[in-house]
């Protein structure tokens, strides 16, 4: 099993100055700048995309910016284009980097519900699955992050058994990760011991070929 890469290189994107500066503004947790560039009602923040084709709204989830992700999503259901075509906001949440990777994987990743709730209360598909088939829930499980898992269950009934492009649940990934928070709350849910990816790898497998201290609980 092959770990997604959060950052992939790619060929040189031609990018202006007030988007460099936009960009190192949510690098840095820089709010007040961030805030006096993108209120400016004639520059359409909402398309800019840095070197890696990062959105503002993907760079703030991935750096797990809580507030300025608040202040993105907010800021731009005032712009006059998205309020006559909603279309566009719904398009740009959802949109995907060079890497397949979008705003709501990195937030599942690390385990930000207000900021999940704030994507889905604004159009975020939450069966989005990035270039390998990753889900939000392959993307918690890989984050170790339970409470995720425990939302969407719960609140949107996500199968915890969904597959990626080679068939790893999220209890593989666990057992690849060394997850074992999640593990614990996927194995109280009663997840397939014995699933198989594409390698034949079950998550026994995938514990024992990582070193992982893991495969203590899948032994038990």
Partial sequence: MEIDKTLISQSPRMIDTKT????????????????????NQDFPFWTV???????????????????????LIET??????????????HSWINKKAENGF??????????????????????ADITIKNNNGLSVIHMAAQGDKP??????????????DCLDAVNSTPLHWCSYMGSENSL????????????????????LHLAVITGENIRKYLLI
Avoid at 76 to 89: G, M, P, R, T, V
Avoid at 102 to 123: Q, S
Avoid at 184 to 203: E, H, I, Q, R
């Fill in 184 to 203: 614990d709350y996927l194995l109280n849910w009663g997840a397939n011991l014995n699933s198989k990816d594409k390698d034949g790898f079950t998550p």
């Fill in 102 to 123: 979008n705003a709501l994987h990195y937030t599942a990743f690390r385990g930000n519900v207000k900021i999940l709730e704030k994507l889905i209360e604004n159009g």
């Fill in 20 to 39: 460099i500066k936009i960009f190192e503004a949510i690098s840095n947790g820089d709010k007040t700048t961030l805030e006096s560039m993108i209120t």
């Fill in 147 to 160: 409470n995720v898992l425990v939302y969407f269950k719960e609140k949107h009934g996500l199968s915890m």
């Fill in 49 to 71: 995309q840095d070197s890696d084709g990062f959105t503002c709204l993907v760079k703030s989830a991935f750096l797990n910016q809580t507030e300025m992700s608040l202040l």
């Fill in 76 to 89: 731009a259901k005032k712009s006059q284009d998205i309020i006559n075509d909603i279309s566009i906001l």
